[in-house]
Every structure is written in structure tokens, then in C-alpha cells.
């Protein structure tokens, strides 16, 4: 079964990175042969009695007991949700898509909105089939992406988190300091022409040097960066590159390998079972956002990768990148945000998301509720509806429970931050030197290495300790961003 | 199943093109799950049962003839060949591959042997399952390569072709022109030396002009050249690029390409069926001679091509490159071989692959056997096992039966091409000035419509009316390498 979804995966990524435009329809068919065939796998009446007979078994061998959950979390999902319903999402989603991309192009988001509301509909019938009585309709949506988490552990979290991060910017004065129109458009400190192929000779460096196994896996461009892996010894990661902002590339390409790395460490003990993949989307933004941002925001990062950059002739200096790094500029588009403002974008959509699938906001009110919530978070107020409410493709495909996983993710990697920088004295002159491995090291051991043994938030507390998540995010932003801005004098090697 | 098919095709593609080393035993178990697949569903009673149905209903309606005939070949084959026999191949494939390169790094064919007897007597039992009484070993060995032909239709024509050849070869006067200990190296006329990026701005360049579509289709490089299509939408090809000799990837663009225009040919009306497949691997040969050789070792492509290249800067000279890419020097190497001597080269692996086969060839014989045949038909002895006997990597993957294709395929496109020659007055005027639209024409209707609704020697034979196909292979080797050795004064656009 796994080895099917190895295949899955493959033609997942050839799909972003390699295949050409007119065989899209072709790859439809293989798709859709593929994953009938992993349903067929998990709806086998003869698992179903073994599952049922193992799980009637006591055991206190944690691998069995994941792969029991685990298991049966797929079959539940394979199995309560009736065919009819299946394709019927499944058409929803393709027009759905395509409804999307029309509303974009006039940029009107009332040609979305049909098309939406029933998506939402089709979502809220997922959910009934998988839900037990009293829980609220947007777990079974979140479960699919973080196992383990419900809105009661989720909500209070993000809220927490949304009153600090106001604070936090408006200490900054970086908020609402823009026309009712559009964003203050503060100009990007200049960056140096680098050519396609120097960035990416820069990029496989820089992948190599954080210890991403270039004889497991590759690089390769496609218009949204991704990482793809079809079991530990095949991961394949993407980026797109700007001339004019190499920059883009380089946060990408930190990010997608720090989701290569959870990839390429998931223990091949585990291999070709459930328990042996990631724990959740959580947990691996978790390990994108350490690098891309801990890591690859930092000072002691930018002074080792201006010194590579130059020896290939590149002008740049340290404290340059960092500056232009790490800007904070509320700006209407969620993937362009800086790490300081992000998570208002996600905490945004969380908020709508679970009012459209509880049933208290209806899609009639959805821009005016988006256009009125960035006005209170962010303090700009979108100028169209392709800035605005029909930027992500999420709700497009049908994918509700999925946003919250980003923020999720942004609080983990704050805390096994927090923790690395506690237990490696040397972290930060190890960075500046280009020595990535002992905290590589760390992630492997307390991180990877436990695939899906454990849910998400229980695999960072064992790696951690009990620590506060929202206090550690707001620690790394204070000393990275408050000392740029002036508010704090700090230590520590940003 | 078709469409498990593609995702082979796929995984084929992906492993030689893109996929990091150590993934390779992953993609064993993928390869083996699909394989599996496939076999599963041409085994399944349900299937048979409807097959020997349908069989037994009278039709006159040619796509079901073809469609019922094909559908039993596959279902035989996989039926036929009981699954320890198929594991055992496997297994004697995989350890013949491993001994192979063994024996080629330590230039030993006694290294080889063992594997290379084992194989052989595994392809005698396969043969045996799906032999019918009194039919030759070999038949169906070559039937699973080149459907519905037998020893009976394939030898006498190849005994005269090497007549043929052998008599051309001596006017020439190239034969024997060598000492014992290796061939006579003619040093090859000077090419500039062309960038790789260069090459594939030229190769695309070439594909595009011969209506290969890039839309529906890439252009990659692996070690060895292929076309591996999923389906007519997606048809990829591949190159290896030579920074001295640019003519080498040229020849491997031409050749690809005329695979992949026969690829994206088939038609889409019988897609998803084994009548929408190939006819063969000599047909889909001569689709790749005819671009390779016909048209692209002629002086109008030369001439076109020369424009295109000296336009983007790459100082060349039609005839220069004519004379460079027609040179006909015995070699002992056949991927290497000028299209002249080639055929030769095919004829020795034929005859002793059908002698070990039948069994009256020992492998203990095999190499003595070679070298013979080597000083016999080309005049050299080869020096080594690893430019001898030890060349091929078809042997030592269980492959009998394919060479003659190559052969057969080089007969195909030579009728082609003079059936094309004698039907479109403007073919090398046309040729000359880029316009490669009326022969792609002309063998998308008589050829590449016809998939798999007959064999391959009756498309040929509808598409050129009766004509005898080593006379007009002759006719073309005499008219452009009799000529350019002074023998004859022709008067062709060659």
C-alpha cells in the first residue's frame, strides 16, 4: 500500500516539476487508478477482520499500537465515507478549481462563490460521516492533516497567539500605517542580479551544506515550491527562481529542505507502514519553518552564505541579506508575508474557515468578513479580490483544516528552536562556520526518527520538554525583529 | 491496465532520466507492485472467461479482430508462464545484470558465463510454455518483440541482406582494412566543440522543426538514449550530450525523435487498449531510422541544419558534416557503428543468440564464436571481451530475440523512405528548407493511425504497396555511400 503511494507521489511531482502541459488529462487516469486502488487496498473486508481482531488484542509495544491508530485512522477514512460521496467531492474539487481560477481572472469573487458553497457543503457531509456524536464538525477536517488535534486544542492556542503577535506589532508601529487602498509599499533594500543557474548552483550548496542527501533525492524548479518524497532514499524538493530576488529562492529552498531533511530521516525500520510517515502537516512545517526562518533568517546563516555567494562572485554582504530578510510589512498576500506577520494571515483564515463549516458565516458574507478582518489584524484592507479573499487555492480544492497546520507548525519550530539553542552552546558559531550536522543530528534523533510512532504534539514536548509554544515564537520574534526595530537590545545570535 | 502500464512507463522513464541513485531499491518494490498489478488483471478468470467469449462470436470488424488477437497475446503470456518461472527470470535477470558489469569491469566473459547459461536455459523454458508443437525455440522469444513474426520470416531475409552488404561493403573497399589487434581509426573529421546547453537548444530546436511536439512531450538526457512514452499526450526523449562531437546527440535527437513522433502518432481513439500500442519494435525502429538516417544523415538536413546552427553562432558546414556523419569505417562496437556496417553487426548477435537458444552453441563457444564471426563479416577482431562479446546488455537481462528488430526496423524504413521518396516529388527540396510536414503526413496516416490493427510488416506493406525491402536498404546505401566513395554518380537529393 505504502509502495502505491510511493507511485502516487512520483506522479504528484512529475505533475508540478516535469510533466508536459497536454498530459494532464492522461494523468487524471493515473491518478484516479492509483488511488482506487489504495481504496480498494484499505476497504478489504479481510484487513478490516485482522484490524478489527488486532486491535481486540492487549499489547504495550508502542509500534503496534501506532500502527493499529494509524491503520485504522486510513481505513475509518476509506471506509465511512460512501464512493458516492468520494466523487462527488472529487468533481467538486475539479470545478471547483477551475471556478477559482475564472472568479481570479475577473477578479469577482461571486463566480467563486457557487462553486465554494458547495464545497463546503460536500465538507460538512465528510465530516458527518467520520465525526462522533458532540464533536465539533471541523475535527474530522483537521484530522486529516494533523492527526491528534481537535479545534478545543487548536483555538485557544491561535487565540493566544493573535493577541500577542498584535501587541508585539504594534509595539513594532508597523501596523496600519497604510492607505485605505493598499498596502505601504516600502521599497526592498536593492539585491544583486543573480542568474537562474548561479542560484541554483547556490541552491544545491546550500542543501548539500545542511546535510539534504543529493544521492536521495533532487532539485528541481516548478511554479509553487514543493517536496515530494517517495520514502526516505527518493525526496525531491522544488523552488522557482528570481532574478531579481534570489532571496525567494533561498527561504524556499531552506524551507523545502527542511521538509527534505523530516523526509530523508523518516527510520526505514518503519518503512512501507503507516507509522513510518511524518506525524502530521504540522510537525513537518515545523521542520520547513526551522530552517527557513530559525536557521535561515538568521545572522550567523546570512554571514556563512554571503561568504559562499561571494566566492562565486556574488556581491552581497551578511547584514544586508539579514535586513532585507527580515523586514516587517503587513502586506495583503500570505505567502509573501514576513515570519513576524504570517501568522495573522493563517489565524485569518482559521477563523473563517471554521465559521463557513460550522455553518455561522455564509459565503454571501465571506469577502466582506475577510476584507474586515484584515483591516483588524493587519490594518490594510485588500484592493481586489484576487488580493484578497480568492488568493489561496485551499479552498478552491476543497481543502478545509489545512491552514491552521501552518501556524502549527511556525510554534513548534519556535520551541524545538528554543530547545536546540538551550542544549547546543555552540548553535550559532556553528552556523556562521557552515557546520549544520549537530542540530541536524538532534532533529534526527528526537524528530525523524519518530515518523508516526506519536501524534505531532506529543513527539515536540518528548523532544522539548514542557514548554510554552506562543512564548517561544514571541521570544524568537522580539529578539530577531524588536532588536532590528530597536525595542530590545539583545544576546543571543538572532 | 493501460493505464498501469503508463505508470511503468513512468517509473522507466523517471529511473533513467531523474531518479537519485539510492532510491534504486525502492524502485525495485514499485516496479514489481505495478508489475504485479498488471499481471494480476490479465490473469483474472472474469477476463478469460469474456476473452474465450468473444473469440468465439464471428467478426469481421478489424478493430475487434486486432483487439481479441492482441488481448490473447498478453493473456497467454502472462497465463502461460507459471509465476516461479517468472520469479526465476527475475531473480536471473538481476544477478545476470550484476555479473555482467562484473565481467565487463574485469574483462572477462568466463565471469559471464554461468549467468549468461542460466538465462539462456530460462528462455528455452519460457519459450516451451508458449510454443506451439514443432515450432522453433525462437519464435517466441521474437514474438514478444516483434508480434507475429517467426525464424522462418526473419532469416532468409537478413541471410540476403548480409549477402548484400557484404558485397557493397567489398566494392567499397572498407572491409579488413585493419590489423589483427584492432580496427583501422580513421581520425574523424574536426568538429567545433559545441556547449551542452548549446546542443539542447539545438535538439529542441530539431524536434520542434520535425513536428515532434514539446506540449506533449520533454526532452531530457540519461546515459543511454530512449523514448518512453505514457500514452500519446506525454512522450518523453532523451539524449547524451558530447561536447566534441555534437553530432552524436544530433543522431540520438533524430533517432528519439522518430520514436516519439510514432509515440504521439498512435491514435487516441484506441487509447487505452493493446490495439492502440505500437505494432512492434521493428516498426517503431524504422520510425527511428527513417528520421535518423533517411532524412537526417541526408545533405538537405545537413543543409538546413548547418543554417540553423551557423545562425546561432556554431560555425559549420553542410557538407562537412555530411561527409563527417556518412563515413562507413568497420568498427567493433555496434552503437557506434555507421549506418553501412550496422546491420552486420545485428546479423552475428541474431545468428548466435538463435544458436545458443536452439542449443547448438555452448556458451563455453560463445566468445571464440563471436570473434569469428567479427573477422568473418567485418574484417576485425575485437581486441577484448568488453569490445567483444561482452558489448550488449541485452543478453545479460534475459533479452533473445530483440536484435533482429533492429535490423528488421532498418528494412521497414528503407521501403518507407522510398515509397515516401517516390510519392512526395518535393521531399528534399522541402527537407532542405525546413519543412519536414508532408512525410510526418504521410507516415502519421499510413503508419502511425494503424497502432497495433495489424503487424508490422502488413503496415508496411499497405503503406509502400509490395516491395522488396533489402533492394531498396541497398538502393540507399549505394546512392549515399557509393557515392561519396566515388563508386556511383547518383542523382538524388542524398
Chains 1, 2 share one sequence.
Not at 81 to 105: F, K, T, Y
Request: aromatic share 8%; net charge negative; with cysteine.
Amino acid at each position: 500500500m505504502e509502495t502505491l503511494a510511493e507511485v502516487r507521489s512520483l506522479l504528484d511531482w512529475d505533475q508540478v516539476a516535469m510533466m508536459p502541459a497536454k498530459a494532464a488529462r492522461a494523468r487524471g487516469d493515473q491518478n484516479a487508478l492509483i488511488s482506487s486502488l489504495i481504496h480498494e487496498w484499505l476497504t478489504d473486508p479481510a484487513l478490516i477482520d485482522l484490524l478489527s481482531g488486532a486491535e481486540a488484542e492487549q499489547t504495550d509495544d508502542p509500534i503496534r499500537i501506532a500502527g493499529l491508530r494509524n491503520l485504522r485512522r486510513e481505513v475509518d477514512q476509506a471506509v465511512k465515507v460512501p464512493a458516492s460521496l468520494v466523487e462527488a467531492l472529487e468533481r467538486a474539487r475539479a470545478s471547483g478549481h477551475v471556478a477559482w481560477i475564472r472568479a481570479r481572472e475577473a477578479n469577482d469573487y461571486a463566480l467563486f462563490k457557487p462553486a465554494l458553497d458547495k464545497l463546503i457543503r460536500l465538507a460538512q457531509n465528510w465530516s458527518d460521516c467520520l465525526s462522533a456524536p458532540g464533536h465539533h464538525p471541523y475535527d474530522a477536517l483537521l484530522d486529516v492533516y494533523e492527526p491528534g488535534s481537535t479545534i478545543e486544542s487548536v483555538a485557544p492556542l491561535l487565540d493566544r497567539l493573535e493577541r500577542e503577535l498584535l501587541a508585539f506589532l504594534g509595539r513594532l508601529g508597523v501596523l496600519g500605517r497604510n492607505s485605505a487602498d493598499g498596502p505601504r509599499d516600502e521599497p526592498a533594500p536593492a539585491l544583486p542580479l543573480v542568474s537562474q543557474e548561479m542560484q541554483r548552483v547556490l541552491a544545491e550548496e546550500v542543501l548539500a551544506a545542511i546535510g539534504f542527501d543529493l544521492g536521495a533525492g533532487r532539485l528541481d524548479t516548478s511554479v509553487h515550491p514543493v517536496t515530494v518524497s517517495m520514502g526516505s532514499d527518493d525526496v525531491r524538493v522544488t523552488t522557482r527562481y528570481d532574478e531579481h530576488d534570489f532571496l525567494k529562492s533561498l527561504g524556499a529552498v531552506m524551507h523545502e529542505g527542511g521538509h527534505g531533511l523530516y523526509a530523508q530521516g523518516l527510520p526505514n525500520a518503519l518503512r512501507g507502514t503507516f507509522t513510518g510517515e511524518p506525524a502530521g502537516l504540522a510537525l513537518h512545517e515545523s521542520q520547513s519553518r526551522f530552517y527557513e526562518n530559525f536557521i535561515g533568517g538568521s545572522l550567523p546563516f546570512f554571514k556563512w552564505f554571503a561568504q559562499r555567494a561571494r566566492e562565486r562572485g556574488v556581491p552581497v554582504d551578511a547584514g544586508q541579506l539579514f535586513h532585507a530578510r527580515n523586514r516587517v510589512v503587513p502586506s495583503l498576500i500570505r505567502v509573501d508575508a514576513d515570519e513576524a506577520t504570517y501568522n495573522l494571515h493563517v489565524i485569518v483564515r482559521f477563523r473563517l474557515e471554521v465559521a463557513l463549516v460550522e455553518g455561522s458565516l455564509d459565503v454571501d458574507d465571506l469577502e466582506a468578513a475577510w476584507n474586515n478582518a484584515y483591516v483588524d489584524k493587519l490594518g490594510i484592507r485588500p484592493t481586489s479580490a484576487r488580493n484578497g479573499v480568492l488568493q489561496d487555492v485551499h479552498w478552491a480544492e476543497g481543502i478545509f483544516g489545512y491552514f491552521p497546520t501552518y501556524a502549527l507548525g511556525n510554534l513548534f519550530a519556535a520551541s524545538l528552536g528554543a530547545a536546540v539553542e538551550a542544549d547546543l552552546a555552540d548553535l550559532w558559531h556553528d552556523v556562521e562556520i557552515g557546520r549544520f550536522g549537530a542540530f541536524l543530528d538532534w532533529l534526527r534523533e528526537r524528530v525523524h526518527s519518530k515518523a508516526h510512532l506519536f501524534d505531532s504534539s506529543t513527539i515536540v514536548k518528548m523532544a522539548t520538554g514542557e514548554r510554552d509554544a506562543v512564548e517561544d515564537l514571541m521570544t524568537h520574534l522580539r529578539n530577531r525583529h524588536g532588536r532590528l526595530h530597536g525595542l530590545v537590545s539583545g544576546s543571543t545570535g538572532l
